[in-house]
């Protein structure tokens, strides 16, 4: 019974105090409690801050036209989104909660010798905040007004967005670029050079051979150079680049739009994750992110357009296929159906005019066009290319786009080779076989027709000698 009494003691004191709080809560204002603003002020109309990081540094932004300039202590272009927090969170910052409205010891807060100062002036008006250290929970941090007593909470997470030195508040573009003007890129390294131009807005491999490049990979490494980023400034203006390994560098960049052209220097490694780095018009020497090493000393071979057709089964309007001394040739017509709409319809062309088995022609384009090369070598001796296995044309787009490619075998390696590029690329070797074995499928006979007839003296098919 104790153990009853007990239960419904504490049974109803829970209920009194969902109660007391379903109150309380009822009669807030919808929204919770508003909070006081720090300052008066909208970002835009900020005109100039000056941020004293905690290590000491000071850095000063002043608004110039539709931007802003970096003026101390160095003069260079900001990182445009961390000025646009800096001045957005000024003037939202709120008061999390008063402390103190005058407190005897400013110490205790960590606010007699402020580990960060954020000043602005807008309007003529100025404002300054002085920020301590955290809460013991970490979830504020301790703050004031230079021109008044009162100490306040504002949010720890503001602490990112205030305690930023000179590095932290600066552009960190290695190279100013613009990235729809780019149409040429060359890197050169010890021994090679790699070459890119492009034209009607494909990329294609210029050195050291003439060749289609792998766009993707091009315009990766395109928009990598673009967004590139330094992650600190290992000297403003040395007067010697050998320490950094930039008077011979590992790998020179250059990228060029229309006249004009932008040079990468890389050079040698500074630590385990970093290179050294300098844009060849500037005295500053950066670090970068080394992978980008690895990107540009890629072999030609693993820039190349690895598809051997740029045509596909849904865009191709001709067929040729070549074997053993005779040529397959099919094209595809606009017909109209049993219902008098149009439809496209493949049609054998050569060696005579003959109707095509849809599904067949489709697989056949379809192998063809799906052949990848998995490498390039420089010659095609050694790859059965000089008496191939089979030619394939497609033309595609229409008619506007003629692709030939030749397969042959060596061994157990395939190998094709396609006109107008050099050397010849590896496929696997179950690649060639399934070409064949679709282009097999479509000469065979329909199930349907009649075998033909034997000529005179011959026997029919199962029938025994003549008596």
């Known amino acids: 019974m104790r153990g009853l009494r007990s239960f419904l003691g504490l049974f109803l004191i829970l209920v009194a105090l969902a109660a007391y709080l379903y109150f309380v809560d009822s009669t807030r204002e919808p929204g919770g409690e508003r909070l006081d603003k720090v300052f008066g002020v909208e970002a835009d109309a900020i005109e100039e801050v000056t941020v004293r990081a905690e290590s000491g540094e000071r850095t000063t932004l002043r608004r110039s036209g539709d931007g802003w300039q970096m003026v101390e202590p160095v003069a260079t272009e900001p990182d445009s989104a961390a000025v646009s927090s800096l001045t957005t969170n000024i003037a939202s910052l709120e008061i999390q909660r008063i402390i103190d409205d005058n407190p005897p010891d400013l110490a205790e807060y960590g606010l007699a010798e402020p580990r960060v100062e954020v000043a602005f002036t807008a309007g003529g008006e100025e404002g300054r905040l002085l920020i301590g250290r955290k809460t013991p929970p970490g979830t504020d941090l301790y703050a004031k007004l230079a021109d008044g007593p009162r100490v306040f909470l504002i949010a720890s997470y503001l602490d990112s967005t205030f305690n930023r030195d000179a590095f932290d508040l600066r552009d960190k ?23 890119f131009s492009k034209a009607g807005g494909d990329w294609r491999l210029a050195a050291p051979v003439d060749a289609r490049a792998d766009a993707v990979a091009v315009d990766g490494l395109v928009s ?15 007067s010697s680049l050998a320490e950094f390994g930039l008077e011979k560098p590992q790998a020179t960049v250059r990228i060029g739009s229309g006249s004009s052209e932008a040079t990468l220097l890389v050079g040698a490694p500074s630590g385990d994750t970093d290179v050294y780095a300098k844009d060849a018009s500037k005295p500053m020497v950066v670090t ?26 849904f865009n191709a309007t001709h067929l040729e296929i070549a074997r053993a001394g005779e040529t397959l040739a099919f094209e595809k017509a606009t017909v109209k159906n049993a219902e008098g709409q149009d439809e496209e319809r493949w049609r054998q062309t050569a060696p005579a005019a003959a109707e095509a088995d849809q599904t067949k022609v489709d697989n056949l384009l379809s192998a063809i066009t799906q052949a990848r090369a998995g490498s390039f070598v420089d010659s095609t001796a050694k790859t059965g290319l000089n008496a191939p296995e089979l030619t394939a044309t497609v033309k595609s787009d229409g008619g506007s786009r003629t692709e030939t490619v030749a397969f042959g075998r060596s061994g157990g390696d395939a190998y094709a080779s396609r006109a107008g590029e050099p050397g010849a690329a590896t496929i696997e070797a179950s690649t060639l076989d399934n070409i064949v074995k679709a282009l097999e499928e479509l000469q065979k006979p329909p199930a349907n027709e009649a075998a033909p007839a034997p000529a005179a003296g011959e026997r029919e098919p199962g029938q025994g000698p003549e008596r």
Request: aromatic share 2%; charged share 30%; net charge positive.
């Open 173 to 195: 573009a290695v190279l100013k670029l613009d990235r729809t003007a780019i149409d040429a890129l060359a890197i050169e390294t010890p021994g090679r050079t790699v070459r």
């Open 224 to 238: 990598r150079l673009n967004t590139l980023q330094m992650k600190s400034i290992a000297a403003a203006g040395p």
């Open 288 to 313: 970068i992110d080394a992978t980008l090493v690895d990107e540009l000393t890629k072999a030609p071979g693993e820039v190349r357009q690895k598809d051997l057709f740029d045509a596909r089964a």
